[in-house]
Structure formats: structure tokens, C-alpha cells
Nanobody, 125 residues
Framework: QVQLVESGGGLVQAGDSLRLSCKAS????????VGWFRQAPGKEREFVAA????????DYADSVKGRFTISRDNLKNMVFLQMNSLKPDDTGVYYC??????????????????WGQGTQVTVSS
């Protein structure tokens, strides 16, 4: 079992940066992949970024490549999402997710077993 708690969301202007954090608890966290997903009002939850169990391999949605960076600190049971050059289209609730069986970075929602409660990111134009 893994519990996840996100923080760091807020209201920013286009072009600004934000760093999201996700604190994990549970013995298996450091063994499996982690990911960030987001959900805008009226839209489905979509993949943003993922990291392998070690953090050495990462994957990103095309819409955030070059602007967002995912990282993890397994000693501290933390996952981070550095978001630069934010755009209004980045607005949404951001969710941290942890897999219970996949070790490589994955963009598939159904490969993540544990989810945080989400943190709101709002980017104004």
C-alpha cells in the first residue's frame, strides 16, 4: 500500500514556474514507477510525466516536453514536477501516481495503482 500527498499548486501567470511535490508513504514506493497526470475541467485525466523506479528513465507528454521535469528522491520518498514556461493550457488538477508493478516510466493510467488527492494549478494569461 502507498499513500500519496501532493503539494505546491497555486495560481500563477503565463510564463511562470511552479514545482509540485508528492510525499509517499509505503514500503514499495521506491521499487516502481511514478507519474504525474492532470485533469482540466470537463476533460479526461491525461498523462503528463513519468519516471522509472530509479528515476533514471523518464517520459513526457508532447505538450510538456522541454518545459516540465520529473524527478524522484527515493531516500526521502518524494516525487517532484518542475514546471517552467507555464501556459494557460496547463491549468488543471495535478495528480501524483505510483505503480504497484511497473518499473519503467509509463503513460498508461491503468498501470498506476495508487493516487494522491490532487493539487490545483491555475495559469492565467
Amino acid at each position: 500500500q502507498v499513500q500519496l500527498v501532493e503539494s505546491g499548486g497555486g495560481l500563477v501567470q503565463a510564463g511562470d514556474s511552479l514545482r509540485l511535490s508528492c510525499k509517499a508513504s509505503g514500503p514499495i514506493f521506491s521499487s516502481y514507477a511514478v507519474g504525474w497526470f492532470r485533469q482540466a475541467p470537463g476533460k479526461e485525466r491525461e498523462f503528463v510525466a513519468a519516471a522509472s523506479w530509479s528515476g533514471g528513465d523518464t517520459d513526457y507528454a508532447d505538450s510538456v516536453k522541454g518545459r516540465f521535469t520529473i524527478s524522484r528522491d527515493n531516500l526521502k520518498n518524494m516525487v517532484f514536477l518542475q514546471m517552467n514556461s507555464l501556459k494557460p493550457d496547463d491549468t488543471g488538477v495535478y495528480y501524483c501516481a505510483s505503480s504497484g508493478g511497473v518499473t519503467g516510466p509509463s503513460g498508461r493510467r491503468n498501470e498506476y495503482d495508487y493516487w494522491g488527492q490532487g493539487t490545483q494549478v491555475t495559469v492565467s494569461s
